[in-house]
């Protein structure tokens, strides 16, 4: 899962790369960033990834118990509602796309509302393949299968990416032609695909409405919260988006974009991938009542998102001008000085926050696979309430757009404290003490190779792309070295894990040679 994350995320760079060089960062690249914020909406309302995180205990639970026939009737009841409810709400969507537009258009130009309401409607569609998709992703999850999972984001932002690059030249269209792709890659990634892998592994669908099934009732009691709460990570692009239109600049939804999706990078590589392969087996513990194995399992799981978050962030922060010059300064993206300037500037900010985000993808699925989804979305809500608050007083005291990713932060690190303790009230305490050490040594170590890449990347300064690319890729793997002789020398016990993945990788490189 890490991989294949891995990939998506660079995937996704790619895909944000792909765009800025062929459609700039002005007004066209605005219109896209609005125009998303449309079905990413609609896949909020019907809780989205929350469908498979009610769904997932559940289905595990009955799995695990042997009644596969009862678990395979679940299935088919919630992916029936689920494809009502979403195709219900396509249809909505689509008839006020133009209010939506206007709304988070704000004080942008009138320009911006036509492209975006356009590419919002070609994307609506993509949300009942990701819906459904969700929930028969989530039987794969629940038998330990992760080829589905893994290929369904990748799939995706292949359709974006060539959507981009074929269809300019193919059918003569502009910015549209992401959404186009989008569109292919959705039903190609969260329908077919996964729909192949689960006859492949045997599966039962029989449409039905029957609500009242047994274990049916059990997955929207635990879905409601979900549906009713405003959880920060999932409402944070559209906040942030809304306040960005509040500033009168061409380019700044654009930028605030770019610079949350590269800082969201590392919560996808590491937190959301470990999150994502640790809940089958946390939902198992806690099916069948191994309470001290499941805290244990958390208190491992963080410290090593830690470990890896942490440096995350303070690299992002050393070597942002490179990641946006390689990234973003190509084609008419280049032509943007004062866009990539105030890129970097956001992604340097945003760096502050990187390890609180990955460490809450963890807690949440911590309190999903005990199937409490109340309290964790509740706390999440007070937490986008807070942001709101913040950027609502930072747009009115000062026109410096970078109050928002430091509002962000803010809100980002309150959120993991407080998921934290409420998560030790309703399972124990973890360990707390290793969590603490492990996020301290990690800060310094992170410091002491943040500041080696930060001052050798400004000797280091070349002139071409090809210069910048070598710069980039040495002096990180440098960088993330230190940071591992660092920690090393700190006695941390997650630099065992990496020993022992090096250990095995030579002795199979002296067993080849061997033979």
């Given at each position: 899962?890490?991989f294949?994350?891995?990939l998506?995320?660079?995937?996704g760079?790619v895909?944000?790369?792909v765009m800025?060089?062929?459609?700039?960062?002005?007004?066209?690249?605005?219109s896209y960033a609005i125009?998303?914020?449309?079905?990413?909406m609609?896949?909020?309302?019907?809780?989205?990834?929350?469908?498979s995180?009610?769904?997932?205990?559940?289905?595990t639970?009955?799995?695990?118990?042997?009644?596969?026939?009862?678990?395979?009737?679940i299935?088919?009841?919630?992916l029936?509602?689920?494809?009502?409810?979403?195709?219900?709400l396509?249809?909505?969507a689509?008839?006020?796309?133009?209010?939506i537009?206007?709304?988070?258009?704000?004080?942008?130009?009138?320009?911006?509302?036509?492209?975006?309401?356009?590419?919002?409607?070609i994307?609506?569609?993509?949300?009942v393949?990701?819906?459904c998709?969700?929930v028969m992703?989530?039987?794969?999850?629940?038998?330990?299968?992760f080829?589905?999972?893994?290929?369904?984001?990748?799939?995706y932002?292949?359709?974006?990416?060539?959507?981009?690059?074929?269809?300019?030249g193919?059918?003569?269209?502009?910015?549209?032609s992401?959404a186009?792709?989008?569109?292919a890659?959705a039903?190609?990634?969260?329908?077919?695909i996964p729909?192949f892998?689960?006859?492949?592994e045997?599966?039962?669908?029989?449409p039905?409405?029957?609500?009242?099934?047994?274990?049916?009732?059990q997955?929207?009691?635990?879905l409601?919260p979900?549906?009713l709460?405003?959880?920060?990570?999932?409402?944070?692009n559209?906040i942030?988006?809304?306040f960005?239109?509040?500033?009168?600049?061409t380019?700044?939804n654009?930028?605030?974009?770019?610079?949350?999706?590269?800082?969201?990078?590392?919560l996808g590589i590491?937190?959301q991938?470990?999150?994502?392969a640790?809940?089958?087996?946390?939902?198992e513990?806690?099916?069948?009542n191994?309470?001290?194995k499941?805290?244990?399992?958390?208190?491992?799981?963080?410290?090593t998102?830690i470990y890896?978050?942490?440096?995350?962030g303070?690299?992002m922060?050393?070597?942002?001008?490179?990641?946006?010059n390689?990234?973003?300064g190509?084609?008419?993206?280049a032509?943007?000085?004062?866009?990539?300037g105030q890129?970097?500037?956001?992604?340097?900010?945003?760096s502050?926050?990187?390890?609180?985000?990955?460490?809450q993808?963890?807690?949440?699925?911590g309190?999903f696979?005990i199937?409490?989804?109340f309290?964790?979305i509740?706390?999440?809500?007070?937490?986008?309430?807070?942001?709101?608050?913040?950027?609502v007083w930072?747009?009115?005291?000062?026109?410096?757009?970078r109050?928002?990713p430091?509002?962000?932060?803010?809100a980002?690190i309150?959120l993991a404290?407080?998921l934290?303790c409420?998560?030790?009230?309703?399972?124990g305490?973890?360990?707390?003490?290793?969590?603490?050490?492990t996020?301290?040594k990690?800060?310094?170590?992170?410091?002491?190779a943040?500041?080696?890449?930060y001052?050798?990347?400004a000797?280091?300064?070349?002139?071409t792309?090809?210069?910048?690319v070598?710069?980039?890729?040495?002096?990180?793997?440098t960088?993330?070295w230190i940071?591992?002789?660092?920690?090393?020398?700190?006695?941390?016990?997650?630099t065992?894990?990496?020993?022992?993945?090096?250990?095995r990788?030579?002795?199979?490189?002296?067993?080849?040679?061997?033979?």
């Amino acid at each position: 899962m890490v991989f294949a994350i891995t990939l998506s995320r660079i995937l996704g760079m790619v895909r944000n790369t792909v765009m800025a060089s062929k459609f700039g960062l002005g007004m066209d690249a605005d219109s896209y960033a609005i125009a998303v914020l449309i079905p990413d909406m609609l896949f909020l309302l019907v809780a989205g990834g929350g469908l498979s995180s009610a769904f997932i205990p559940v289905f595990t639970e009955y799995w695990q118990k042997d009644k596969k026939d009862q678990a395979w009737k679940i299935f088919s009841v919630v992916l029936t509602v689920s494809f009502l409810i979403a195709t219900f709400l396509v249809g909505l969507a689509w008839v006020y796309s133009p209010q939506i537009v206007d709304y988070f258009r704000d004080n942008k130009p009138a320009e911006v509302a036509p492209k975006a309401i356009e590419m919002s409607r070609i994307m609506l569609p993509a949300q009942v393949a990701f819906l459904c998709g969700s929930v028969m992703l989530g039987t794969l999850y629940a038998r330990r299968v992760f080829m589905g999972p893994a290929l369904a984001p990748n799939v995706y932002n292949l359709g974006i990416i060539l959507g981009a690059m074929l269809l300019p030249g193919m059918m003569g269209l502009g910015i549209e032609s992401m959404a186009w792709g989008a569109l292919a890659g959705a039903i190609i990634g969260n329908l077919v695909i996964p729909a192949f892998m689960m006859a492949r592994e045997g599966s039962s669908f029989h449409p039905s409405l029957d609500v009242k099934t047994e274990g049916v009732k059990q997955f929207f009691v635990l879905l409601l919260p979900i549906l009713l709460g405003f959880s920060l990570p999932s409402m944070v692009n559209f906040i942030t988006q809304k306040f960005a239109s509040s500033y009168n600049q061409t380019g700044l939804n654009i930028v605030l974009s770019s610079a949350n999706n590269l800082m969201q990078a590392p919560l996808g590589i590491f937190g959301q991938a470990l999150a994502l392969a640790a809940f089958p087996v946390l939902a198992e513990f806690a099916a069948t009542n191994q309470m001290p194995k499941y805290r244990d399992q958390v208190s491992k799981t963080l410290r090593t998102v830690i470990y890896v978050g942490v440096p995350s962030g303070a690299l992002m922060f050393a070597f942002a001008p490179q990641i946006v010059n390689v990234l973003y300064g190509y084609g008419e993206a280049a032509k943007s000085e004062r866009e990539l300037g105030q890129i970097v500037e956001c992604l340097r900010i945003y760096s502050f926050a990187i390890f609180a985000w990955c460490v809450q993808p963890i807690l949440m699925r911590g309190f999903f696979s005990i199937q409490k989804t109340f309290k964790p979305i509740a706390v999440s809500t007070l937490m986008t309430g807070l942001f709101i608050g913040l950027c609502v007083w930072a747009t009115k005291v000062s026109p410096d757009y970078r109050w928002i990713p430091w509002a962000t932060n803010a809100a980002a690190i309150v959120l993991a404290i407080s998921l934290y303790c409420a998560l030790e009230v309703e399972v124990g305490k973890l360990d707390r003490g290793g969590v603490l050490l492990t996020l301290l040594k990690s800060t310094v170590a992170g410091v002491v190779a943040a500041a080696f890449g930060y001052y050798a990347s400004a000797v280091w300064n070349p002139v071409t792309k090809a210069g910048h690319v070598a710069s980039l890729a040495l002096l990180s793997l440098t960088s993330m070295w230190i940071y591992f002789f660092a920690t090393r020398w700190l006695k941390m016990p997650e630099t065992a894990y990496f020993e022992r993945a090096l250990a095995r990788r030579n002795q199979k490189k002296a067993d080849d040679e061997k033979l």
